[in-house]
């Protein structure tokens, strides 16, 4: 238990539909990020929030919006998705952005897109 | 990001230290060196960082050679549960976040 909780765990969805992924961390942190794992591949970033605020986009297409309302809270909206979107999609969290700061991961959200 | 260099894989008997290694020739003096761990389909796992110094925590301990050019993360009493895949990262800055290789795929056997 690494104090990062994302839901669902596992989300199905066709190509017309829109789904949200939450991600909660109960850390205290104040910087959030989505990352993405396709099969057999390393893990991307796509979103990075420091005190709420969008620092970091890593050219995500915008099928793929994020929120972020509060510090403890991170949310990926989806809609209109690709099959190729399939993926986990893992949240993180840490104290800060800087150098010295470690990630603590959540369980992520097997995403399978039909 | 400094690019790390890790082998794709490695076997470690259980109960004996697994070591295993990372080379980052390219690391500059301000850049961290990471530990991460992933067991299959989890969220990756965070397991130790250092600047300089080695660095010991309730998990690993973490050489770093005198020129900081690789170091080498070492799993004293390694159990079956350790079998995971392991993530070399080396980090620099505001803003500048972590890069994943394909990291090492370490199988602990009974």
């Known amino acids: 238990e690494t104090g990062v909780t994302q839901t669902p765990r596992h989300l199905v969805m066709g190509m017309t539909n829109k789904k949200s992924l939450k991600c909660e961390q109960h850390l205290g942190h104040n910087a959030m990020y989505w990352y993405k794992q396709s099969a057999k591949k390393p893990l991307e970033l796509m979103f990075v929030?420091?005190?709420?605020?969008?620092?970091e986009n890593n050219s995500v297409p915008s099928r793929f919006s994020p929120e972020c309302p509060n510090s403890s809270h991170l949310f990926l909206h989806l809609h209109t998705l690709q099959p190729e979107d399939s993926a986990l999609y893992l949240c993180?969290?840490?104290?800060?952005?800087?150098?010295?700061?470690?990630?603590?991961f959540g369980p992520g959200t097997r995403l399978t897109v039909l | 990001d400094a690019k790390t260099t890790q082998p794709p894989s490695m076997d470690c008997a259980e109960g004996r230290a697994a070591n295993l290694p990372c080379n980052h020739s390219t690391i500059s003096g301000n850049e961290y060196v990471y530990w991460y761990r992933q067991i299959h389909s989890q969220g990756p796992q965070y397991i130790i960082h250092?600047?300089?110094n080695n660095e010991t925590n309730e998990m690993a301990s973490l050489i770093i050679t005198e020129d900081r050019k690789s170091s080498t993360l070492i799993l004293p009493h390694a159990t079956l549960r350790d079998t995971a895949v392991y993530y070399c990262?080396?980090?620099?800055?505001?803003?500048?976040?972590?890069?994943f290789g394909p990291g090492t795929r370490l199988s602990v056997l009974p």
């Open positions: 929030y420091s005190l709420e605020e969008r620092v």
């Open positions: 993180a969290s840490s104290q800060g952005t800087g150098r010295d700061n470690e990630q603590f």
């Open positions: 250092g600047l300089k």
């Open positions: 990262i080396v980090r620099v800055g505001y803003g500048q976040n972590f890069v």
